[in-house]
C-alpha cells in the first residue's frame, strides 16, 4: 500500500498510551463520584459484574475474527466481500453468547439484594443489546483499522467513552437511585455513537474519495496530488469500497462462496486460544462473581484499588518493556547460542538486562516502601472518610504494593525470555503457562475463601512468583554458557536500599504522627524522603545515568 504502515502503528501506539490515560482518568473520576455520592454497593455491581459481562461477550464474540480477518488481508484469496461477511458474523455469534450468558448472570452467579434486583436485570439486557448492536459497526472500524485511519480512531475512542461518561453522570445527578438504570443507558448510547459515527463518517467518506479518483486521472503531478488532498490521496489506489452498502454482508456475485475456508479455519484456531485468554485476563473477576465470599462492596474496593495499583504497571513499567522487548530482539539472535554470536552484543545485551532489572526493581521497592505508609492518604483523598472505614482498602492497596515489586522484574525477565527463545521453547512454556493459570485460578478461590479480597493479591504474587522462578533459570541458564550470571546484579545497592530503609521508617513516623493532625505534613515528609531516596540510588549509579546521559547526546546529535 502507498501509505507508510510503520509509521502510521507507531502514531496509533502514541495516540493509544494518550487514550489510554484519558481513559483511566475519566474511570477514577466516576469511580470517586460513585464511591461519595451511591455507595460501593453498586460500584460493585457494575464495575465488576455488568463489565465483566460486556467483556465476555465482546471478547468471544469478535476477537478470533478480528485477528484472523487482519491476517489474512495477505491472502489474495479472500476478498473484501468475504471479509465483510465474515466481520458481520459477529453480530448473530454475540447474540448466541448472551442468551446463556444471560441466564447465568441472573441465575447461577451470587445473589444481588433485592432493592438492586431489577435495576440489575436491566443493566445486564441493556449491556447484552449494546453489545449486539455495537457489533453492527464491527466493518467499518476494521476498515479503519487496515487503512490506518488514526484520526478517526481517536475521535471515536474518545466521542464514545465521552458521551458514555456524560449521559451517565447527567442521570445520576438527577437521580442517584437509579445509578444501574443510568450505566446500562450509558453503555447503550455509547453503542449507537459508535455505529453512527464509524457509518457516518465512511457514507461522507466514500463520495469523496471517488471525486478524488475522478481529479486524479485528470492530473500527472503526483506532488501536486499529494499536497492538494493530503491523506486521503493515500488511499485513492487501494480502498475497495464505492458505496456504504459495500460495507454490510452480501451475496457474492457468480456463485462465488460468501465466506473464505482457509479464513474460518483461521477463526477456529484463534477461538481455542481466545476462551483461555479471556479466562486468565478476567480470572479474578470470574472468581469474585462465582464465590459468594465477597460482598459487591468488597468486589468494588478491590477494583478501586486494583486500578490504583496498575497505574505503575501501565504507565511505567510497560513502556519500559516493551522498548527492552524490541532491543533483545535485535540484539540476541533466537536459534543461535550466545557462545556462537557476537560477544559484543551478548556482553552489551547482559549490561542491558541488568541495569533495566535493578531499575525497575528499584522503582518497584519504592513504591512498596511508601505504600505502606501512603495508602491510606491516596484512598483518603481518592474515596473520602466513608470509603476508607473499616481499613480493608487501606491493608488491600498496601499489599498490592507488594505486587508491584513482582509485576516489575516479571516484565523485563519474561520479555528477555520470549524474545531469546525459540519456537520450541515457547511451546514449552505455553504448558507451564497453562499450569501457572490454572494454579492462580484455584489459589485465588482458596485464598478468597480463607483471607477475604487479599486472596486475590496473594494468588497472584503466587503466580508471578512462579513466572519470575521459570524466567530467572532460564536467564541463569542462558548465560552459564558464556561463564557469567547477571541475576545478583539484578538487586538494588545497598546504599539505595539502607537509604530506602530509613525513609520508609520516618515515613512510617510520620504516619502516626502528622496523618491524623495535618495530611499536607505528611505529604511533605513522604516528598522529602522520596527526594532523598532517589538521589542516594543516583549516587550508586551514577555510571549508569552518565551512560545513559552519553547514549542521549549521541542520539540528539546523530538525528540533528
Known amino acids: 500500500m502507498g501509505r507508510n504502515i510503520l509509521a502510521s502503528s507507531l502514531q496509533n501506539a502514541s495516540f493509544s498510551i494518550i487514550f489510554q490515560i484519558f481513559c483511566r482518568c475519566i474511570t477514577f473520576a466516576i469511580n470517586a463520584f460513585i464511591v461519595r455520592s451511591v455507595g460501593r454497593d453498586v460500584l460493585g455491581i457494575t464495575n465488576v459484574r455488568l463489565l465483566l459481562l460486556e467483556s465476555t461477550l465482546l471478547f468471544l464474540s469478535k476477537e478470533a475474527i478480528i485477528r484472523a480477518s487482519l491476517s489474512s488481508r495477505h491472502n489474495k484469496q479472500c476478498t473484501w466481500a468475504q471479509l465483510v461477511n465474515q466481520l458481520w458474523i459477529t453480530v448473530p455469534i454475540c447474540f448466541a453468547l448472551a442468551l446463556p450468558c444471560l441466564y447465568v448472570w441472573l441465575n447461577w452467579l451470587s445473589a444481588v439484594d433485592n432493592h438492586f434486583y431489577e435495576q440489575y436485570r436491566f443493566g445486564c439486557f441493556a449491556i447484552a443489546f449494546a453489545c449486539v448492536i455495537e457489533l453492527t459497526a464491527e ?179 510497560r513502556p519500559i518493556e516493551d522498548s527492552s522487548y524490541f532491543y533483545f530482539t535485535q540484539t540476541i539472535a533466537r536459534d543461535i547460542k550466545l557462545t556462537e554470536q557476537n560477544r559484543e552484543k551478548v556482553n552489551e545485551a547482559y549490561q542491558v538486562l541488568s ?47 507488594l505486587a508491584i515489586v513482582l509485576l516489575a522484574l516479571n516484565g523485563i525477565t519474561e520479555g528477555y525470555m520470549f524474545a531469546t ?44 512468583v512462579f513466572r519470575i522462578s521459570y524466567s530467572l533459570f532460564y536467564i541463569k541458564t542462558n548465560f552459564r554458557s558464556i561463564g557469567t550470571n547477571p541475576l545478583p546484579s539484578f538487586l538494588p545497592g545497598p546504599i539505595f536500599l539502607a537509604t530506602l530503609i530509613v525513609a ?27 527526594g532523598i531516596t532517589v538521589l542516594a540510588w543516583s549516587f550508586e549509579n551514577r555510571d549508569l545515568l552518565r551512560t545513559g546521559l552519553t547514549k542521549y547526546r549521541e542520539r540528539k546529535l546523530s538525528l540533528t
Request: proline share 3%; glycine share 6%.
Open 139 to 317: 466493518a467499518p472500524i476494521f476498515v479503519t483499522q487496515v487503512f490506518c485511519f488514526v484520526k478517526l480512531k481517536i475521535v471515536m475512542d474518545t466521542s464514545h467513552i465521552f458521551i458514555r461518561s456524560a449521559v451517565f453522570i447527567a442521570l445520576v445527578l438527577l437521580d442517584k437511585s437509579i445509578t444501574i438504570y443510568a450505566f446500562g443507558i450509558a453503555q447503550i448510547t455509547s453503542a449507537v455513537t459508535i455505529i453512527a459515527g464509524n457509518y457516518l463518517f465512511y457514507h461522507f467518506y466514500i463520495p469523496r474519495l471517488l471525486h478524488y479518483r475522478n481529479e486524479l486521472k485528470k492530473v500527472d503531478d503526483k506532488h501536486k496530488l499529494r499536497e492538494k488532498f493530503g491523506e486521503t490521496y493515500e488511499n485513492m489506489e487501494d480502498f475497495p469500497f464505492v458505496s456504504i452498502k459495500d460495507m454490510l454482508p452480501t451475496v457474492l456475485p457468480n456463485s462465488g462462496s460468501m465466506f473464505n475456508s482457509e479464513l474460518q479455519t483461521l477463526v477456529l484456531s484463534f477461538a481455542k486460544q481466545g476462551v483461555l485468554k479471556q479466562v486468565l485476563t478476567e480470572g479474578e473477576k470470574y472468581v469474585m462473581s462465582i464465590s459468594p465470599v465477597l460482598t459487591f462492596s468488597e468486589q468494588a474496593t478491590y477494583d478501586v484499588v486494583n486500578n490504583m495499583g496498575s497505574l505503575a504497571a501501565r504507565f511505567i513499567f
Open 355 to 401: 541495569y533495566v532489572c535493578k531499575t525497575v526493581t528499584s522503582i518497584g521497592l519504592l513504591g512498596f516502601v511508601f505504600g505502606q505508609s501512603y495508602s491510606g492518604t491516596l484512598l483518603l483523598l481518592y474515596g473520602g472518610a466513608d470509603f476508607v472505614e473499616g481499613g480493608l482498602p487501606e491493608v488491600l492497596l498496601r499489599w498490592h504494593s
Open 421 to 464: 527463545n525459540t519456537s520450541k521453547q515457547i511451546d514449552t512454556y505455553n504448558y507451564y503457562m497453562a499450569f501457572f493459570s490454572i494454579a492462580f485460578l484455584l489459589l485465588s478461590y482458596q485464598l478468597t475463601n480463607w483471607l477475604g479480597p487479599v486472596g486475590f493479591i496473594l494468588a497472584n504474587c503466587c503466580n508471578m
Open 504 to 530: 520508609g521508617l520516618m515515613c512510617k513516623f510520620s504516619e502516626s504522627y502528622f496523618l491524623a493532625k495535618s495530611i499536607f505534613y505528611h505529604i511533605l515528609v513522604g516528598i522529602f524522603c522520596t
